[in-house]
C-alpha cells in the first residue's frame, strides 16, 4: 500500500484563483503535485510549468520534495508592482459620499 500525505497546490490569476488538495504518494515533489492537482486544465492561457513555484512563500526548485500539509505556490509575473498600486490608490481622490445615494 501506497503512502500518501495531503498537500494543496494554489495559482491566482488576476480573475480568478485555485486551491485544490490533494493526496500525493510520500516523496512526490512540488513538480508532481502541480500535475496531479490539473490546474493547468484549469488556467490554459498560462504555462504553469515555466512559472516559479514556493512552498509556503519561500521559492524552492520544483523537485523539491513535498512533507504533509506542503502548501505549493506558483507564481505569475505581477501586473503591478504593490508599492505602486498602494502610490495609485493613494493619490485617487476620495468617492463624493452623497454620490452614492
Known amino acids: ?10 495559482f491566482a490569476a488576476p480573475d480568478a484563483q485555485s486551491l485544490r ?8 515533489t512540488a513538480a ?4 496531479a492537482s490539473k490546474i493547468q486544465e484549469r488556467f490554459p ?14 521559492a524552492v526548485s520544483r523537485d523539491t520534495v513535498l512533507r504533509a500539509g506542503d502548501r505549493v505556490e506558483i507564481y505569475r509575473q505581477l501586473e503591478i508592482d504593490p508599492m505602486e498600486a498602494r502610490r495609485i490608490r493613494a493619490s ?5 459620499p452623497s454620490e452614492s445615494r
Open 1 to 10: 500500500m501506497t503512502v500518501t500525505i495531503p498537500v494543496e497546490v494554489v
Open 21 to 28: 488538495e490533494l493526496r500525493v504518494p510520500e516523496g512526490a
Open 32 to 35: 508532481d503535485a502541480i500535475e
Open 45 to 58: 492561457a498560462y504555462q504553469l510549468s515555466d512559472l516559479p513555484v514556493g512552498v509556503w512563500g519561500r
Open 92 to 96: 485617487a481622490p476620495d468617492p463624493d
